[in-house]
């Protein structure tokens, strides 16, 4: 089985490119979970850009801190069924897993989010994502899927690879999202599972993560909180291709695409 994963998309030039790639590698893949946290304009996800991003081949969709920017959204995350958000967010409801079956395969997707350099709204507002996840592993099993995804959406990197060996005989593959920037430390761990520090972004390739970079210059000159704007130039695409063997559920192989 292949599985593509694709980083944060961030924007409409992050959109585009989503669609443009996963018409391409439609013949290429059996699955794929896209972070979709950024993709309404920068700042969060509506049901708008959760249909599109479907629509264009992506079997899960998983969020991350952005939730909190559309409070629109805080009764609607629930009915979208395709929508992982971070399981130990306590204060708004959505899935904590989701289970997809295809092509007689069932996968399960979980969504964490960690606790350093997160922002306080985020500090006070989650469980402690070891614990999270070995509850949601649990519910996933019970259910009896063949391959558990984890998209750990965090800034720190000691955490994310804490996660990973955490993991590495309890899950298929741990990947981070959130940084927006693509780490180099694709490996596969003892026990058979893929794993990535950070997938990287899909979205305005000249910007700072998506980020007029004038706006992000400013904000670091003057350390004023100033208004959120998505640039919109050509979008990188940024992405990992996992391949698992069918008998063992191993990973076989993990490639980063950077383009
Ligand atoms: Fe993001
Ligand atoms: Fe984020």
Redesign the pocket.
């Known amino acids: 089985m292949k599985v593509l994963i694709i ?2 998309v ?1 924007g409409r030039s992050g959109l585009n490119r989503l669609n443009y790639e996963l018409q391409k590698r439609k013949n290429e893949v059996d699955f794929c979970i896209v ?1 979709g ?2 993709s309404a304009s920068g700042r969060g996800l509506r049901v708008k850009e959760y249909n599109e991003i479907l629509n264009d081949g992506a079997d899960v969709i998983t969020m ?3 939730m909190y920017y559309r409070k629109e959204m805080a009764n609607e995350y629930k009915k979208l069924e395709k929508l992982a958000i971070p399981a130990n967010i306590t204060n708004l409801i959505g899935n904590k897993n989701v289970i997809v079956e295809k092509n007689g395969i069932k996968i399960g997707v979980i969504n964490l989010i960690g606790k350093f350099a997160m922002g306080e709204m985020i500090e006070k507002n989650i469980t402690n994502a070891f614990d999270v996840v070995i509850e949601q592993i649990k519910i996933l099993n019970e259910a009896k899927v063949d391959y558990i995804f984890v998209d750990f ?1 965090a800034e720190a990197t000691a955490e994310k690879i804490a996660m990973g060996y955490f993991l590495c005989d309890k899950v298929n593959c741990v990947y981070g ?4 920037v693509q780490t180099s430390d694709e490996k596969i761990l003892d026990g058979g599972m893929a794993y990535i520090t950070d997938v990287g ?1 899909t979205g305005p390739k000249d910007s700072v ?2 980020l007029k970079k004038e706006i992000a210059i400013q904000r670091f000159i003057t350390g004023e909180y100033l208004h959120y704007e998505c640039s919109n130039n050509d979008a990188i695409f940024n992405a990992i291709e996992v391949e698992f063997d069918d008998k063992t559920k191993k990973a076989i192989s993990i490639k980063r695409i950077n383009e």
């Open positions: 980083g944060d961030v972070n946290e950024n991350g801190n952005h959406h999202t959130h940084t927006h972004m993560l998506g």
